[in-house]
């Protein structure tokens, strides 16, 4: 498959009267029917040298005519003014209404992006259901309808009917959340894969209405869920929609020309999808800085305790293997248990020890993670659960207790820490391992592109 690289030139380059969104940053490709891969490593700079006086194209200048002016307004109010590297590429090609896979880094706002997009085609006044974001976790799902309903929310001095988000998950009321779909469909739903399509499959609403559907963490979705059936009728039903738009994002597309091949084989985008790939070179992000501490599988708890006493982390996630189904039917206790205990009986420090497993019922998940979002500093121990999307912006310290099992866990795990776009602040990532395990780390530096430096304790 023909692959494009697109040179993003100097600004300072073109006129600064140019309309915006039909600047050189348009990705508009009007002839082309192959898809495009657009690939970055920040080149693209965001001041003009010449002048030296900023010329970066605001979100707003980048939004302009296309998304309400309220919502505009509520992205300021929220902070956010100047665009990450993968809004200001992948936005102007959404407007024109190309299918897009946002390709970059964990914590670069994928989600503003393709929320973004989804109010520039939603329409409140309409009663049905617009937009359909699709994640793989329960947590996800809160954390997304959370950013998108404080997007929404309007201020009393805008008229109008106001945008509902409706958050469909896992572990909800599905009864009460049938009625409101009949009774008053919401014009965003935010829904995990087995919620939207048993309201699917039982005509509780349809896709017919649905103008964009974005799945978020495609990746994980198609190669590591027990959903991927479910996914792909999704996306084969969908493609039979007129004036559809469809949006895939994720940290990690494993063999991204395989599977935008696979997609336009598939009907599942159209043809001229754009792949745009951020940081292509560079996945890993720079704020994070990874070290390693060879330990026996003995002293493993006190030395994370002696890490956790010398970096005094603002909040830290302690990632821990699953438990295997042999250690289960033994009746051994599962490794999150054994350390939440040690903590609890060995940690002094400030820091509020918290557990959040999928084992757990979905209350004692929700109640996990909300006690961290009412602030304080937290230590959170965790499986994979929260190795995807979860954006806890306070993380300074990442701990692998025990190593991922892939690549592609240890990118996402990594990105939990570090997700301020545009703080100068270095996080830090330190695995615990055996020295067995010093060759698999090694393929993992190899892969991703960064180096780990190791801590003599
Ligand atoms: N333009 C912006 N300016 C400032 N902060 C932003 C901007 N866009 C997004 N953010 C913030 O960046 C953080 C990361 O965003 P988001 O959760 O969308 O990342 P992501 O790309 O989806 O990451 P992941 O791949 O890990 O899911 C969030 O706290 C979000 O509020």
Known sequence: MASQLLFVPHLSLFPKTLPFHASLFSTKHPTTTRPLHFSSNSRIRYLQAETETPTALTLRQICHGFVPEHILHRMEEIGFVFPTDIQREALPTLFTGRDCILHAQTGSGKTLTYLLLIFSLINPQRSSVQAVIVVPTRELGTQVTKVARILAAKSTDVEGKGCTVMALLDGGMLTRHKSWLKAEPPAIVVATVASLCHMLEKHIFRLDSVRVLVVDEVDFLFYSSKQVGSVRKLLTSFSSCDKRQTVFASASIPQHNHFVHDCIQQKWTKRDVVHVHVNAIMPMPLCLLHKFVVCGKENKHQILLALLESDAPESAIIFVGEQSEKSKKAGNDPSTTLLIEFLKTSYNGPLEILLLEGDMNFNSRAASLTEIRQGGGFLLVSTDIAARGIDLIETTHIFNFDLPQTVTDY????????????????????????????????????ELMFSCEELML
């Open 411 to 446: 990118l996402h795990r990594a990105g939990r820490a570090g997700r301020k776009p545009f703080s100068a602040r270095k996080c830090i990532v330190t695995n615990l391992i055996t020295s067995e395990e010093r060759f698999v780390l090694q393929r993992f530096e190899n």
